[in-house]
């Protein structure tokens, strides 16, 4: 009997697993993919739960891979759900519950799809699904650890689809093909402290501060590029920590985050901002620091054998023909693409993370033949 992707999803939506609790998500998919044969293994890492499974031969080269997370977002206030955030019930052809849409229904579906598949028509290869709860926190021991894990154990995929949220309106309308990298900088400027009344015997960070951070706004990062829209530069705060009206502050404080396309890398962007800052500290005699963190590096999976096929199975089960885009925040998929070609499709994404998340559920087992399309195809080829 093939297995149902809307019962799984209720399952898995009543397992309380905000980040970075497992809430028995992944002891509930261990069991059921071990019931159709896949070797399951935890690949836990400083308190984070993961879940590696794969069915076929280890190190086959015709070895098809899924990464999803099962861990979620706080409720926020439970006060304002008119139904149960973890109570995965039903209303309108909706089912409610934090992580219905991001992104348990995704995991749901391509569990049911690659279980199918091994169970009723077994494969000439291998298929894998790498499972994190660490998507939503800090993400440095979910994937990454599945992925260094895999790398110590001789375990690879030769092509991966992260099924993540992707299509903004319907069902099959985009897929992402990459993403761009995200940069954040912390400046901190410091001056003299004083009084306002004698500014002669002070030096006002404040007005530095904001000279750097008006050449870093204004500056046009590129143009875009075959894939990606233009880089951008956000300035998300500028702040003295002074109540006073009378006190020149000792400091001043602005964080900035790029996101940037494939004519960037990091290292690039980040030498560039330190250069803006040294000739601001040069033009006003304000001394200036710059810490940095980087999300991830901008990748292209280009059009060919991995976009094709997961775009022309879209297309066959929906009659849509997805966009190829680059757009949306960061993903797992940066870290993915260091292993191996990565793709991302998924549910309709409007309502992930709010108040009242929500699926429409005939969009998941429409999901899974569209995963299970997939995997057909890849394994005909």
Request: charged fraction near 20%.
């Amino acid at each position: 009997m093939p297995t149902d992707p809307v019962a799984l999803t209720r399952r898995l939506v009543r397992c309380p697993s905000v980040t970075p609790e497992e809430g028995g998500a992944l002891e509930l998919l261990a069991g059921e993919l071990a019931a159709a044969g896949f070797a399951c293994t935890r690949v836990d890492r400083n308190g984070t739960a993961n879940l590696f499974a794969r069915w076929g031969a280890k190190g086959h080269p015709r070895t098809f891979g899924f990464n999803g997370h099962t861990d979620v977002v706080p409720v926020g206030d439970a006060a304002a759900w008119t139904m149960d955030p973890f109570g995965a019930e039903e209303a309108g052809g909706w089912l409610y519950g934090r992580g219905a849409t991001d992104m348990k229904s995704g995991v749901a579906a391509f569990a049911a799809a690659a279980i199918d598949l091994v169970t009723q028509a077994p494969p000439d290869g291998a298929v894998i699904l790498a499972i994190t709860g660490d998507e939503e926190g800090p993400a440095k021991d979910g994937t990454v650890a599945l992925l260094d894990w895999m790398a110590a154990e001789g375990e690879a995929m030769a092509a991966c689809l992260v099924g993540e949220p992707t299509c903004p309106e319907t069902l099959g309308d985009m897929m992402k093909i990459g993403r761009r990298g995200s940069v954040s900088a912390f400046f901190t400027a410091s001056g003299i402290q004083g009084h306002v009344a004698y500014p002669h015997k002070t030096a006002n960070p404040v007005p530095a501060m904001a000279k750097l951070v008006d050449r870093l706004s204004s500056a046009v990062l590129d143009a875009g590029s075959d894939h990606f829209d233009p880089s951008t530069l956000a300035v998300t705060t500028f702040d003295t920590g002074n109540p006073a009206t009378n006190v020149v502050p000792a400091s001043c404080r602005a964080t900035v985050n790029i996101r940037f396309n494939d004519l960037h890398d990091s290292a690039g962007l980040v030498a560039w901002m330190a250069q803006e800052m040294g000739q601001v500290a040069e033009e006003t005699g304000i001394g200036f620091d710059m810490t940095t963190a980087v999300s991830g590096e901008s990748f292209l999976t280009p059009p060919g054998p991995l976009v094709d096929l997961v775009a022309q199975a879209v297309t066959a089960e929906t009659g849509v023909t997805p966009e190829l885009s680059t757009s949306g925040g960061t993903s797992d998929a940066r870290f993915v693409k260091d292993h191996c070609p990565v793709v991302e499709f998924g549910l309709v994404g409007h309502r992930m993370h709010q108040v009242d998340e929500r699926v429409e559920i005939a969009q998941i087992p429409q999901l899974k033949a569209i995963y299970s399309r997939i995997l057909t195809e890849y394994f005909a080829q």
